[in-house]
């Protein structure tokens, strides 16, 4: 047998026999409790990068560990295959973007095989496989059904040149240019599909039960932005009929109204802008089309607008007020018009600064004697102790009274209503690009929008489509796909050329790992179930859920609704998708930076494999630092887990002389420090705490080794090592595996039981005792751990020392603090 530790011989060997012995192969009725544990799929770009490691590689412990504690571990690897990279791939090679996604499937799998984690590649699913996309399109039909699918128009980013909408990475540069030809983009309306995500706002602001980490779900409530208020009309001058309905959630400023603003996209723009005002609100239109939401709502850029000469009467006093608009204003949020309060909001206040508009004060603070704040004193936002003021017949109300007398006023005038508004706007999924699910609807002349009828799913994807180096959709021009007669009168028709959004697809893929491409190659129906659901409500919700805190917003709130939205459809046990979420960081490059080729800190994981084995990686990765945290990649700090490797080898493969006669004492001790290590190691498994456990592996690593020549050979030496093996397997798999077989040939370590230590031998021996009176400290004394407090007590009172400074004192209290102090208060 060969001495020498050769990962590569060893992991490659390994490799071979896990999987000829599907010791990970899915096993849904195993007996054991199941657990499902998913780390989020990759996108096959071609290259596994140290980020996948880093994501991966730690998912893959834990789950190594759950699996060792008794459960049936389910866990499961795939691909989001669809996706703009690969269009690009397409017109670049001039190859079918299918080409290039199997050929980086194919490079990838051997790349996340030799990570040697525990996946169950038998429950591989590709999210581009016509048997994965029909049940995407399944659920749309039935959302179409439920009215959670609609149509209508949106704007989006386009390159009148390429004659092509854009992805927003295809907009580059503060000019926002085409990446392909740099034309500068203008946003244009195109009629396009959407999810009414926006019907369950209320319910996905519920976390009940959830384990979430708080980052996610405070970014997912103020993404949702929930807000009462009361919505109103001002009447606009000189138009009868005409008005415009703004929200608020501070109506007890409605006094201090001194314009109002509409977003550049408001239909009654057009309508209300006076002649001379005309040519600068067109520019500014313009003007704002090229912006995107991100960058109109940014608080470090200063605001801007333009007067569009009419006036709005403010229905409270009938006061007339300029109507401007800005594009700060959103359409999609609220009403798209805003009632500005200049005295009473941020942003208000530096937009009339800039325009020399009026700043009424009509909040003041309730104190007594508090004098009306100034223009000089900047906006007042207060709302608690805040009263109103100019505001007549509400002067004096205070908050939160005076909202309430305000908004009672306006609904008992007709002209405002309680509202609940939603900054969360529906899910757009039309992509106006081929690479993507085909959404499945054909447009008749006769019969307008015709669903396509579910025994015709899939909707596929020609397979000899051919792109134009401008990048627009081949779809819009393939007769074969673009042509087909109306499911409901037979006519000449049009299938639609959009394709749906990929965040569809990771919206329910964790559902489809359970049965892979169910109902393959068959005809389904309306009335058929996208999986099997016996096994669904055996192993769902998902029990523990591994990603980056990045996709808190899109695919975590999207998966969230796509669970929903399937219970509503009949389809789905269950409501809430995924019952515990950890969030990993981000590993960082040697310079602390961001990792990108541009840089040139970008570390090759292949590289680090074949110099120095997975377990080295994966190991390395998780002692860098927190795993919730990340932290910058270290070329040096990797040599250190080298010798870690090799010195938990050589205690393993070559052993020196037996001790004769061993150290009961020592072994007692060594067999102390094994059961702390087992309490810390096992405590911070569960905790994610990677890093502080591998220290400890390490920290009892050197016991061993001092322990060496005393103990080699002992049952409390043996005990030691076998359990190292153990805490290490779900960590370096490879390693522990082949230690394990040449000390107990047979069945694999990742089938073993974890260790579970004894409490009893936890304590430490012993600790220092400081004994005080009245604060001054006047001995020390060694004692057992676990001394209980009325000892501690009377030992301190019995020590020589102690006594002889009591004299003449009278002790009227004694306070210990566990085994660390005994403070004694006397007097004399």
Partial sequence: MNDRYDPQQIEAHWLEKWEADGIYDFQPDSGKPPFYWLTMLPYPSGDMHIGHWYAMGPSDAGARFKRMNGHNVFFPIGFD?????????????????????YSNIERMRGQLRSMGAMWAWKNEIISCEPDYYKWSQWAFLKFLELGLAYREYAPVDFCPSCNTTLAREQVVGEERVCERCETPVVRK??????YRITAYAEELLKFDGMEWPEAVRTMQTNWIGRSEGVEFDMAVAGHDGVAIRVFTTRPDTIFGISFCVLSPEHPLVDQITTPEHKAGVDAYRVA?????????????????????GAQAINPINGEAVPVWIADYVLMGYGTGAIMAVPAHDERDFVFARRYGLPIPYVIKPAADGAPVPTEEDGPYTAKDGSMMTNSGPFDGLLWPENCEKVTAHLAGEGTGERKVNYRLRDWLISRQRMWGTPIPVVYCRACGMVPVPYEDLPVRLPDDAVFKPTGESPLKYHEAFLKVPCPKCGEAAERETDTMDTFICSSWYMYAYLSPYWKK??????????????VLKQWLPLHQYTGGIEHAILHLLYLRFYARALADAGAMPFREPVQRLFNQGIILGEDNEKMSKSRGNVVNPDELVRRYGADNVRAYLMFIGPWNQGGPWDPKGIEGMVRFIKDIWSLATQPGPEAPNPDTEQAAHLTRQLHQTLKKV??????????????????????????????????????????????????????????????????????QQWPHYD?????????????????????????????????????????????DALKNLTVRKVITVGNKLVNIVAAG
């Fill in 81 to 101: 295959a669809f996706g703009l990279p690969a269009e690009n791939a397409a017109i670049r090679n001039n190859i079918h973007p299918r080409v290039w996604t």
């Fill in 189 to 194: 309306e195109l009629n396009q599909w959407k």
């Fill in 288 to 308: 704002a089309q090229k912006k995107t939401e991100i960058e109109r709502m940014s608080e470090a850029r200063e605001q801007d607008g333009v007067f569009t």
């Fill in 521 to 534: 190659g068959q005809t389904i129906t309306a009335q058929d179930q996208p999986w099997d659901m016996d």
């Fill in 682 to 751: 096992t405590e911070d498994f569960e905790a994610f705490k990677f890093n502080t456990l591998i220290a400890a592996l390490m920290a009892f690593r050197n016991h061993l080794k001092s322990a060496r020549g005393a103990l080699e050979g002992s049952p409390a030496w043996q005990e030691a090592l076998d359990t190292l093996i153990l805490m290490l397997a779900p960590i370096m798999p490879f390693l522990s595996e082949e230690l394990w077989q040449r000390r107990h040939s047979g069945q694999s370590v990742h089938l």
């Fill in 759 to 803: 409490p009893s031998l936890i304590q430490t021996e012993s600790v220092t005792l400081v004994i005080q009176i009245n604060g001054k400290i006047k001995d020390r004394l060694e004692i057992s751990a676990g001394t209980e407090s009325g000892e501690l007590e009377s030992l301190a009172l019995q020590q020589p020392k102690i006594q």
